[in-house]
Every structure is written in C-alpha cells, then in structure tokens.
C-alpha cells in the first residue's frame, strides 16, 4: 500500500501538469502510469534504433505556447529545467492532387504572396484571418486558462467584445463552411482544409469553425512549434520539477478499480491487488469510457453514465515511423522545399468526405490527409549524423469492414507503402534506399501501447459542438470534478481537449486547490 495526499492515475502530460502545481503548493503526490515510462502522448522513444528519438504521438506543441505554464514559465520548466522550443521555417509545405504545392513560411508576407499565385481574394482572405484571429486571441485565452464555469465563458466574453457576434457564429459553424466562404481557389481550399484537419475532427461537424483560425493563425505566429531534443523534453522536464518537489513516479502499473469508502473516492487498486491510497483524493486521465467501469454504476447516476455511453471517442489515427539518411525533399518549379510539417491535401470535397467516411466506418479509396514530419531537419541531435527521423500520420478507421480490426495486421504494410507513395510523387528522392528502418501502427498498435487512446483515437475524443466546453467530458461536469466525491478528471477528455495545450491539468490543478482553500495567487498567476 503507498499514501500520498493524491493518487494520480495516469502519466500523460497533463496529469503531470497537475501534479506539478499539487508538488508546488506542497501536496504529495503518487502517480501512476500503465506504460513503462511517463508522458502518454508526449513522449520520445528509440523505437527504430539507438538515436534515433521518435516521437511516437505528438510532435508540434504550438497550442501549450500561450498556456502560462510556458508562457509565463510558472514552474521554470524553461528557466530551470531546461525546456526550450524551436520555431521551424517553413512552417509547412503541402503536396496537392494536380502536382501543386504551396509553402506556409514563417514570415506572414510569404505565406500571402505564395497563396497569391492562386488567388487575390484568397491572398486578402488569409491576411484578414490572422488579424481577425489577433482579436480574439486574448479572449481565447481567458476562456481557456480558467476552469470551465469558474469565470465567464467564451459566449460572456463575446457579448462585451464589438463583433462578438461574428465569432459566436463562426464558432457554432463548421470549418467546411468558414473556408468555403472566405476562399475561392480550389488549391487554397484544400490547404486550408489540411491545417483545420489537424486536430482529427471531421472539418464538416459543426462547432469547428474556429479551426481554420485556431490551428493557422499560431503556426504563422509561431510555427509548427517543437521542443528541442523531442515532445519528450517537456515530459522529462516536468519530471524533474515534480523529483526535487518529492512526487513518486511509478510506471507499469494498470489501474482496474477506484477504491471508495463511504461514497468517496480514497484511492486506487492496480490489476495485480496493490493498493494507492490519496489522503486529499484521486485524479484521474484514465479514459472516462474506462473510467465508469472501475467503480459500481450507482455511483455514478444515469445522467453521467448516459453522457459517457454517448462520448465519441474521436477519429483514429495511423502512423509510420522511419529512419532515414536523408529527409523527404519536396521538387517545386521554385526550387527544392523541406519542411518539419509537411505532408498531402486532397482536394477539400475529398477531405470533407474522409471525415463522413471515418465517421460512417467506410475505408477511403484514397489518403486525402496525410501529415509527414521531419523533424530532425531543424533538430539534427534527434537522430545520428546526416540521418533523419520521419514520421507519416493519416486518419483512417479501426473496424475494418468485413475482417474487423484484427484485420489491420496483414493490412498495414502495405498500406504504409500507400502513403510513402503518395508523397514520393512529390519527394522523387525519397526512395526505399533512404530508409533504414521502419515500424508502422495501425489504429489497433496505437490502442494496444496506450490504452486511453480508444480505438487508436489520440485525442482524447471528438471536438465538435456535441462534445465541447459544458458538453466535455458529460454536460454537467465539464468542471473537473466527478460524480463521485474525491474524484477529479483531467486530460483529453476535458474542456478544452486533446493536443498539446497543458490547458486540461493546469485547469484541473485550480480546482483542486481551489477545493482545498489553496490561495492560488502564490502557485500560478490567476
């Protein structure tokens, strides 16, 4: 049996940003985790070979810039522990069905004149999201940095700001709407479909309307934002800010049940019978589908359970990693480009409909989105000397039709090839010969290695009006507190989400302390 003020089950980023603001205000915490080392989808893995480090979920970290966790730098994890980020340029490049590319740069001006070649409209189209997004960008992030309900919401904030209207409707909307209004160029439709895409939520639901503002506006800001040495580096240095505050770390532990007396949640029991006791209670990144089952339904209710029967868990994913001794090249009439986030577009029609497939569990007959990252090419210490580490993302589904998902073991090779295919029309260089090694998952593999990623869905779940802000995780209980007393949530499965944001634990971690009567002005800045 192990005591600590709170059990924390769950190692993925955002539990470990809880954790750290508990360790800060001076709580003990025990954190548990069923994988074999900290970080759930943050984390970078030698999996192809000694260094090669291959960040085997995330990999961009823009959204986590705006958090004060890193803005701010509340527990100098920048200033301390070594945490630094690189702001990669090019920020994209994407390959398109008729051969065209287009190049999003760092500088704003060159992403303006590249989409020019396309299009006038679409060229003042893109300079007025950025500065339309500038406006809403410091609301976002109050509405964001606060637990849900603990201050005004998104719509408040909107009401008192002079085209708060605009945004209200633009949020409901969906990104297929917003970019089918504000663009006109086939080509610019479909890169702007990629980047609303990114966050594996079907461009067409809506309440993704915001997308095309949220995901672009900060890469041109900031770029396709990475830590230096991999997703990992913010992982390690949040673990070594919670050892010097005197955390436990404990890995290969799988939780199966909450352990409650007199209706309160005091802690946790692994699937071998060992016993985690938190003397101020337990939070939890377990997925709140797994969740329910560790506890009796009565504890619950039948409004909580209804709401996670009816969770979407989220669009799976597929990845390839390889090591490489040179990086995909993409060959442009204006000369070679290489980008850490590159990758395919369909055109946008193919893209809306991909997502519609995804949903209706149909296997596309073509990759209409396709991310390929590189990002050893701004990071050379992430592999050895002249190689490189690539990594091929694509949304796909998990229940093949006909042979299930048991299916996919004799499928993904060859459906690997597909994608290196795909962007060897681009990349003529990019031949079997660069590639040293490969490991590819299937949206079974990416269950199989972690568990809270049901159905291989990385995210945490879906992201539309239905599972957003007070409807996150259950209408209810956006709130971080559950059903049961002593039990909190954090993770994906909160408001705002999935991604990389730190927004989901820095939020819980206020709850908590503000339960306990912490004042919070010496923890973080509120």
């Not at 719509?155 to 089918?180: C, F, N, Q």
């Not at 934002?225 to 770390?249: K, R, W, Y």
């Not at 939780?255 to 939070?283: A, F, N, P, Q, W």
Request: net charge negative; hydrophobic share 40%; charged share 20%.
């Amino acid at each position: 049996m192990s005591d600590a003020d709170f059990v924390i089950a769950g190692a993925g980023h955002n539990s470990l940003v809880t954790a750290c603001y508990l360790a800060k205000a001076g709580y003990s915490c025990q954190i548990l985790d069923a994988r074999a080392i900290p970080g759930g989808g943050c984390t970078t893995e030698e999996i192809l070979g000694p260094g090669y480090g291959i960040d085997t979920c995330s990999t961009g970290h823009t959204l986590i810039l705006q958090n004060p966790i890193i803005r701010l730098d509340e527990l100098g994890l920048v200033a301390k522990y070594g945490l630094s980020y690189l702001h990669p340029d090019p920020v994209a490049h994407v390959g398109l069905p008729d051969g065209e590319q287009i190049t999003m740069f760092l500088d704003p001006a060159k992403t303006i004149e590249e989409l020019r070649r396309y299009s006038e409209k679409d060229a003042e189209s893109y300079a007025r999201l950025l500065a339309e997004f500038d406006e809403l960008r410091p609301i976002l992030g109050k509405a964001r940095a606060r637990p849900f309900g603990s201050g005004p919401s998104m719509r408040d904030l909107l009401k008192a700001h002079p085209r708060g209207g605009i945004w209200a409707r633009r949020m409901a909307m969906s990104a297929r709407d917003i970019i089918l209004r504000e663009f006109e160029s086939p080509h610019v439709r479909a890169f702007m479909g990629w980047m609303a895409f990114q966050t594996a939520v079907p461009i067409d639901q809506a309440g993704t309307g915001l997308l095309p503002y949220q995901i672009t506006a900060p890469r041109q800001a900031n770029s396709w934002s990475i830590p230096a040495g991999g997703s990992g580096q913010l992982v390690d240095a949040m673990v070594g800010f919670l050892q010097e505050n005197g955390a436990t770390i404990t890995c290969g532990v799988t939780v199966s049940d909450l352990i409650l007396e007199g209706g309160r949640c005091v802690g946790v029991r692994s699937t071998t019978g060992e016993e985690y006791r938190g003397r101020k209670g337990v939070i939890s990144t377990i997925h709140i589908k797994h969740l329910v089952d560790m506890a009796p339904k009565e504890n619950w209710g039948e409004d909580f359970l209804f709401g996670v029967d009816t969770y979407n868990v989220g669009v799976p994913f597929f990845a390839a990693y390889l090591a490489t001794s040179a990086p995909p090249v993409f060959e442009t009439p204006r000369g070679p480009r290489s980008a850490v986030s590159a990758g395919y577009a369909g055109w946008f029609e193919d893209l809306v409909q991909s997502g519609r497939d995804i949903y209706d569990g149909k296997l596309s007959d073509d990759v209409s989105w396709l991310l390929v990252a590189t990002p050893s090419l701004v990071d050379p210490k992430r592999a050895p000397d002249g190689h490189h580490t690539v990594k091929f993302l694509t949304h796909t589904i998990y229940d093949l039709p006909g042979v299930g998902p048991a299916g996919w073991e004799a499928r993904k090779e060859a459906f690997t090839d597909k994608l290196i295919d795909k962007i060897r029309r681009f990349c003529p260089a990019f031949t079997d010969e660069v590639i040293l090694a490969r490991m590819t998952k299937s949206p079974v593999d990416i269950e199989a290695a972690n568990l809270h990623m049901i159905n291989g869905a990385p995210h945490g779940g879906d992201r539309s009006i239905t599972f957003s802000g007070d409807q996150r995780p259950v209408p209810g209980w956006a709130a971080h507190r559950m059903p049961i007393p002593g039990l909190y949530q954090t993770g994906g499965t909160t408001h705002p989400g999935g991604s990389i944001t730190g927004y989901p634990g820095r939020n819980a971690a206020m709850v908590v302390l503000e339960d306990l009567g912490v004042d919070l002005s010496g923890i973080m800045s509120v």
